[in-house]
């Protein structure tokens, strides 16, 4: 029953168009009703204290720092960087695509951000190379959702503060999964455009790749910096947030020199509207995760899954289909914050390692981005890209399958995950 009214209430008031934070709140107060809980004290302290987590500043942080690469030129400059090194090869416009998505979810963390700029840079240049339009839509939206597996990522920080679990470590982990998924689209590209008679341009001389090499080593210096910080210890991730903005606004405005003081207002603002919305999110979802708790709905869960709890393998398969349906119908920060503390208990009472349960969770919810029917992702590039919603999710499909099938391949596989991390831990 507990479980029917927690649902139920949260369905229903997504189904009369309520935005998910007031949903979630919304279901919040049904179950406290339900328990004969109901405090309105009790539901302040806990949008309160949901907010109120220092590694949780990392997130503004991130979202600022995706917000200036884009307006000063760092994006731009990676993609023109990728597309000299293989916009030669046969439907290299894809594989521009693909680098350049690896290289900017190094930067940003954030699916929509690079989505939305590798829409704008490169779908006009796909489509007037001769690509098909839906195809080229289909992977900038499936390159764009690797952008919260590889750090630093967005989320990662927010399951890592709902979940209790290693930040710098899921950072670490993140690394050859999302590769992993960028070797799939990369596989998956070549099979679609092996057929397509698409010229591409002419191998760029090697002046020009110095060039544009030298154009892009400041971007390129960002995730360097970031990932042998974490390394040696040097910062935590939220500092490395702060470390992220704060030079991609002085590259931006020294080096580059795209941005002047009067457009940093803007970029703030965005930044802070955008921050606003999530940690609001986050907030709202701490209420549920706490009456989840008080309700002892992880117990139900282990009961629930307790068939599948003696095969660590059967279980993670599971879950990652659990989580796959609900991806079709959420976006991925409230499938984080409404299943991580339901899954938890059962993950470590299987003894399923967190670091590489949470890798994969967070990769099944990037996929969700662009998993019909909501598929926020597929909005932004169907939006930006002022193509038809169904022409993009056409497009999506192979790439999106491609990107399940080697999330499962990790399942079957855990030492995919787990040998890097070992190795770059040390």
């Given at each position: 029953?507990?479980?029917?009214?927690?649902?139920?209430?949260?369905?229903?008031?997504?189904?009369?168009?309520?935005?998910?934070?007031?949903?979630?709140?919304?279901?919040?107060?049904?179950?406290?009703?339900?328990?004969?809980?109901?405090?309105?004290?009790?539901?302040?302290?806990?949008?309160?204290?949901?907010?109120?987590?220092?590694?949780?500043?990392?997130?503004?942080?991130?979202?600022?720092?995706?917000?200036?690469?884009?307006?000063?030129?760092?994006?731009?400059?990676?993609?023109?960087?990728?597309?000299?090194?293989?916009?030669?090869?046969?439907?290299?416009?894809?594989?521009?695509?693909?680098?350049?998505?690896c290289?900017?979810?190094?930067?940003?963390?954030?699916?929509?951000?690079?989505?939305?700029a590798?829409?704008?840079?490169?779908?006009?240049?796909?489509?007037?190379?001769?690509?098909?339009?839906?195809?080229?839509?289909?992977?900038?939206?499936?390159?764009?959702?690797?952008?919260?597996?590889?750090?630093?990522?967005?989320?990662?920080?927010?399951?890592?503060?709902?979940?209790?679990?290693?930040?710098?470590?899921?950072?670490?982990?993140?690394?050859?999964?999302?590769?992993?998924?960028?070797?799939?689209?990369?596989?998956?590209?070549?099979?679609?455009?092996?057929?397509?008679?698409?010229?591409?341009?002419?191998r760029?001389?090697?002046?020009?790749?110095?060039?544009s090499?030298?154009?892009?080593?400041?971007?390129?210096?960002?995730?360097?910096?970031?990932?042998?910080?974490?390394?040696?210890?040097?910062?935590t991730?939220?500092?490395?947030?702060?470390?992220?903005?704060?030079?991609?606004?002085?590259?931006?405005?020294?080096?580059?020199?795209?941005?002047?003081?009067?457009?940093?207002?803007?970029?703030?603002?965005?930044?802070?509207?955008?921050?606003?919305?999530?940690?609001?999110?986050?907030?709202?979802?701490?209420?549920?995760?706490?009456?989840?708790?008080?309700?002892?709905?992880?117990?139900?869960?282990?009961?629930?899954?307790?068939?599948?709890?003696?095969?660590?393998?059967?279980?993670?398969?599971?879950?990652m289909?659990?989580?796959?349906?609900?991806?079709?119908?959420?976006d991925?920060?409230?499938?984080?914050?409404?299943?991580?503390?339901?899954?938890?208990?059962?993950?470590?009472?299987?003894?399923?390692?967190?670091?590489?349960f949470?890798?994969?969770?967070?990769?099944?919810?990037?996929?969700?981005?662009?998993?019909?029917?909501?598929?926020?992702?597929?909005?932004?590039?169907?939006?930006?890209?002022?193509?038809?919603?169904?022409?993009?999710?056409?497009?999506?499909?192979?790439?999106?399958?491609?990107?399940?099938?080697?999330?499962?391949?990790m399942?079957?596989?855990?030492?995919?995950?787990?040998?890097?991390?070992?190795?770059?831990?040390?």
């Open positions: 029953m507990t479980v029917f009214i927690f649902l139920g209430s949260l369905l229903l008031a997504m189904a009369l168009g309520i935005p998910i934070a007031m949903a979630l709140l919304a279901s919040g107060v049904a179950l406290m009703w339900q328990m004969n809980l109901f405090d309105a004290q009790i539901l302040a302290l806990n949008i309160i204290s949901g907010a109120d987590s220092f590694p949780l500043l990392a997130v503004p942080f991130f979202m600022l720092a995706g917000e200036i690469m884009n307006e000063g030129g760092l994006s731009r400059r990676i993609v023109n960087l990728a597309l000299t090194l293989v916009g030669h090869i046969k439907g290299g416009l894809g594989y521009v695509t693909i680098v350049a998505g290289i900017m979810a190094a930067l940003s963390g954030s699916a929509v951000a690079d989505a939305a590798l829409t704008a840079l490169l779908l006009p240049m796909m489509t007037k190379a001769g690509h098909d339009r839906a195809r080229a839509g289909g992977l900038i939206a499936a390159t764009g959702v690797i952008g919260p597996v590889i750090p630093p990522s967005i989320g990662l920080v927010i399951f890592g503060v709902s979940a209790n679990v290693s930040v710098s470590r899921l950072f670490l982990a993140g690394i050859v999964p999302g590769l992993l998924m960028g070797l799939s689209l990369w596989l998956t590209w070549g099979w679609l455009v092996r057929r397509e008679a698409v010229v591409p341009p002419p760029a001389a090697m002046g020009e790749v110095l060039r090499l030298r154009e892009a080593s400041w971007a390129l210096m960002l995730p360097l910096i970031i990932l042998v910080g974490l390394r040696m210890g040097v910062f991730p939220t500092e490395a947030a702060v470390v992220a903005a704060v030079y991609a606004l002085l590259v931006s405005m020294v080096v580059y020199r795209e941005i002047g003081w009067r457009d940093v207002y803007g970029i703030f603002v965005t930044a802070a509207k955008t921050s606003a919305i999530v940690m609001f999110l986050i907030a709202a979802a701490m209420v549920s995760a706490w009456l989840i708790t008080v309700a002892n709905l992880p117990a139900m869960m282990v009961d629930l899954l307790q068939p599948f709890m003696g095969n660590k393998t059967a279980l993670m398969a599971a879950i289909v659990l989580a796959m349906v609900i991806g079709t119908a959420l991925m920060t409230p499938t984080i914050l409404i299943m991580t503390p339901v899954l938890m208990p059962v993950v470590r009472a299987a003894g399923i390692d967190p670091v590489y949470g890798v994969l969770f967070i990769i099944n919810c990037s996929i969700g981005l662009i998993t019909p029917p909501v598929g926020t992702v597929l909005n932004v590039v169907a939006g930006v890209g002022r193509i038809k919603m169904d022409d993009v999710t056409r497009g999506v499909m192979p790439f999106m399958t491609a990107q399940f099938v080697i999330m499962f391949v399942v079957l596989f855990p030492e995919l995950v787990l040998a890097p991390l070992r190795w770059l831990t040390g």
